[in-house]
């Protein structure tokens, strides 16, 4: 579903991506771990498409197709979903008014009809239930004075929502107490099909406790320095990142 | 983390739509302006001798003042003597009767601005009193308004039919000498709406009136009076466009709104008139006196205005609250894009006991436009129990454009309170990245935050005009972010 | 029918007595400016509500005694309770005379005071108020910090006025430069005492180098008949921090400006204010922060509590000039209106030429809260004592945001004995 070849990304003059590789199939869910600063959530933006950083080398192939040569939004259209490290506040704009404007762009980009207004509610107090969520949420500004958790929440209730086919999520679990967490996880776990891919961004091995990876990577300085099965991660949490940055320099 | 900033001021720029000039020959006097032309004016719409007078008291009065110069405002000197002060379609002498008699031209130019007169009045129940130029051309519902003893008329049928009423109001509440371009509207005021409300009546549609800019070099000198008399109600909507043309035209009008004894009304604008191209050249000067006079008690008067076009905006839509209990309110979303300069507010002056006024004020700024707010809350000593709540918000839209918030709070009564909150925002590329990201184009990003933005004044709006008005907003914004 | 304007001739005569010094140039080019440009009237925005023709006119009156200069008098019944009950090392600056045994006394290492006379100076237009001080200065005080230097103990500047003629005019003037990574503390206290009639108008210039501090208190507390304009002009070095806390308790008509420009980045502006007006009193602060690059900050907040016929003034002006980046500029105004007499003139004003800020602004005017009022009334205190007590929480807000400790204590009892005179006079 996803080739990264060498990829090289800087932003400003500071190269941030140093000719990271990464393949991903379909049905797999694959860990990014790293200390900060090693370049996990460039990557996450890199494949989201943010403007201020800038693909110097290397190529990325999403379905198929050159994903570099896509506007962020078509990306989306295209099933990429980003779950934000730091969801945006946007006052005034109602969360259900966004939510629906999103699902309607994608549906119109697949030449659907738009959704049915009762049928939209429907759905998303449905998945709302399985978040825990207060349906309440739907009328509030978009992430407007929500606490961190439900920020978290919000993203995956958008991404169950919107069904993506390539789900990112950076460092999701950050800033979640352990309730908020399994909420989450189980949101995440309950979006994982034969055809969805899921990345997972952590800092931490916490997550992987209730999210199970097929695989596990380690970044560092930019390139991917170590991957193995979810023992790595355990690894990773006993040994520290000094472990891998020995590694990749010894 | 941001979207490319060349990108921010790319998207396309959608010509004014409403960019046309209708070719009617036109009656038009010669450019200048003395006692001659004012008299001529009078005599041309065969006006009371009182009326006449009363010109001749503004235009002197005029003479000796000042152009004012505070505003937050730049542009190159008015030459008032190269204005024509008078305009009239030809058909003038014979005024149509009905829809069928009106000059094809005209109902085609209503066509282009969206305004299919005869269907869409008769849909909305709206009676339209469409101004063109100077003079009107077309009443419609004026039998159901009747029926409910509503005048609603073209401003000279009112001197002919009631002048008991125009003498009696006409200059009440904004005076002759108010400030200069009230004095120079009431010297050559050509033509405007009037509208009585008898006493109990709830008026049973919505008024509404076009008005529209068309002759080249000409000021267009509106005066509009609304009267609702003991334990009425009404709602006036006025909308307006105006043709593209490079010369700036000078607007100058003055609307007086009287509410007696537990009266109510509504008044709401939007205004698109055109507001020059992308690099500032043309449109036009809008400054416009508006002023209503709660003069009775537990009388109440609501101004909601969406103001996105002219080059120049110089408006104050104010309240007077005399009656005891009576309430002021003031909506106003204003957007100002490329070059537009705009210098809008409010004032409410709290005269009688337990009075209460509102300010909701959302200024968007864009391009190279400067957008202020001026208000006034004045809290007078006998005003006992004045209450105000203002609320100022700025949303700003590019590196070059500026958003200014002048406030007057002049408190003289110690059991009123008063409370102002201002704000600025911008636009963040962080949140259309984020919206992007959700699949949402930039354009319909940008649209959906700023109607979020405005969304407390739009609700306030009549339905088919915030429809309207949100639309209009989207298209005025074009160009500012990408 | 008093005049808005000095009599210009009989100011050059007494600017011609002052003694002919290194100042003398920048006296006669500010004479110059202001015979041309005159003082403000009420048509100026900036003085809308502030009418200065009263001081003009005792300023005419004082040119007309012909005097050399303010008389000299001994300020020492004003002066020395102050300086026992806060600590500092104080200078003094009585009838526009700098006290030179003061600046001998002082003796802080890392600090030098010195007579503004002892260097040449430019002449500054920018305030006209600027131009009468600098036209009529007998000498200032010029303060230096140098760099890499915390003082130990705040300095003083005591300005005190005996008005011992029917009509005295005085002009203070401070020159202060805070080293690069040094830090001052500063308490101005302006009293005054004497019968005649008294306008007192002081300019301070402040220069915070990089990385540098200053903690400034104000405190004005003239003798209820006199007046005072004031000016402080800030200039803020690359991550300078200013904390500016100014207390009105005094004078008749009282008129400060605080103009703070913020020309490198990383800089954090902080002023407060707290008003006490009651009988015949007329307080007007003007504050504008001048934002010229980004990122920076600016917070204000003033407060005002009004009795009898008082009238304040607060306009707070922040400009965000086209591209200051990053600036977050807050402004506060919040007034306590307690008499059927007095108003209270508020504008906030923010001028922004940019977008990438953080602007707001909030202002009330109202009055003490009756639910509180009348719960403690049940718990047995008298009306007086309840407004006493609210007035004093609200008006504490400022006090605890004091940036220097040494005057706490007294500015405590200046406002609660301030507070408690001007509510005898709303219950009576």
Known sequence: MLEINNLKATIGTTEILRGLSLSVKAGEVHAIMGPNGSGKSTLAQVIAGHADYEVTDGTVTYKGSNLLELEPEERAREGIFLSFQYPVEIAGVNNAYLLKASMNAKRKHQGLEEIDAFEFLKLAKEKMALLGMDPKFLNRGVNEGFSGGEKKRNEILQMAMLEPSLAILDETDSGLDIDALRAVAEGVNSLRTPERAIILVTHYQRLLDYIEPDFVHVLSEGRIVRSGDKSLALQLEEKGYDWVREAATG | ?482 | MKSRHFSMDALGDAIARLPDDRLTAIRNAAFAHLREHGLPTKRDEDWKYTDLAPLVDIGNQWLDLGDDVTPQADSSDVSDPIQKSIDADWLLISNGQVDANSIAALAQDGVTVELLSKHDSTANFSAPLTDLNSALLRDGLRITVDANHSIKRPIGILVVDIAATAASLSQIRADVIVGANSTLDLIEYHASSGEGEHYANSVINLTLEDNARANWVRIQDRDRAHNQTGRTAVTLGRDSQFHHCAFDFGGRLIRNDLAVDIAEPGSAAVFDGLYLAGEDQHIDNHTRVDHRVGPATSQQEYRGVLTANARCVWNGKAIVHEGADGTDAEQANHNLLLSDKAEIDAKPELEIYTDDVKCSHGTTVGQLDETSLFYLRTRGIDIVGAKQILTTAFAQTIVSKLPVESPRESLAELVSARLSRMLEAVVK
Request: with cysteine.
């Open chain 2, 1 to 482: 983390m941001s979207t490319d900033p060349d990108n921010i001021d790319s998207i396309v720029n959608r010509r004014y739509e409403h960019g046309f000039v209708t070719d009617i020959a036109t009656d038009t006097m010669p450019p200048g302006l003395d006692e001659n032309v004012v008299r001529a004016i009078s005599a041309r719409k065969k006006e009371p001798e009182f009326l006449l007078e009363w010109r001749l008291r503004a235009y002197r009065q005029w003479r000796e003042m000042q152009e004012p110069d505070w505003a937050h405002v730049h542009y190159p000197p008015i030459d008032f003597e190269a204005i024509s002060y008078y305009a009239a379609p030809k058909s003038d002498d014979e005024r149509p009767k009905s829809l069928e008699e009106v000059d094809p031209k005209l109902l085609e130019t209503y066509d282009k601005l969206g305004i299919p007169l005869h269907e869409r009045a008769r849909l909305a129940g709206v009676a339209v009193d469409a101004v063109f130029d100077s003079v009107s051309v077309a009443t419609t519902f004026k039998e159901r308004l009747s029926e409910a003893g509503v005048i609603f008329c073209p401003f000279s049928e009112a001197v002919t039919n009631h002048p008991e009423l125009v003498q009696k109001y006409l200059g009440s509440v904004v005076p002759q000498r108010d400030n200069f371009y009230a004095a120079l509207n009431s010297a050559v005021f050509s033509e405007g709406s009037f509208v009585y409300i008898p006493k109990g009546v709830r008026c049973p549609m919505e008024l509404s009136t076009y008005f529209r800019i068309n002759a080249a070099n000409t000021g267009q000198f509106e005066r509009t009076l609304i009267i609702a008399d003991e334990g009425s109600h009404v709602s006036y909507l006025e909308g307006c466009t105006a043709p593209m043309r490079d010369e700036n035209q000078l607007h100058a009008a003055v609307v007086e709104l009287v509410a007696l004894k537990d009266a109510e009304i509504k008044y709401s604008t939007v205004q698109n008139w055109y507001p020059g191209d992308e690099n500032g050249v043309g449109g036009i000067y809008n400054f416009v006196t508006k002023r209503g006079d709660c003069r009775g008690a537990n009388s109440k008067i609501s101004w909601t205005q969406v103001e996105t076009g002219s080059a120049i905006t110089w408006k104050y839509p104010s309240c007077l609250l005399r009656g005891d209990n009576s309430v002021g309110e003031f909506y106003s979303v204003a957007v100002a894009n490329n070059y537009q300069q705009a210098d809008t507010g409010t004032k409410m002056i709290h005269i009688g006991r337990n009075t209460s006024s509102t300010i909701v004020s959302k200024g968007i700024s864009a391009g190279n436009a400067q957008n202020a707010y001026r208000g006034l809350v004045r809290v007078m000593p006998q005003a006992d129990g004045a209450r105000n709540h203002t609320q100022c918000d700025s949303l700003l839209i590019g590196k070059n454009c500026g958003a200014h918030t002048f406030p007057y709070m002049e408190i003289k009564n110690p059991g009123a309170r008063v409370e102002h909150e201002a704000t600025t925002s911008k636009i963040s590329a962080d949140q259309l990245f984020y919206c992007r990201q959700r699949g949402i184009s930039e354009e319909d990003a940008v649209n959906m935050i700023v109607n979020g933005f405005c969304k407390e004044v739009f609700k306030e709006l009549p339905m088919e005009f915030a429809v309207e008005a949100q639309a209009l907003l989207n298209v005025s914004l074009e160009g500012a972010v990408g």
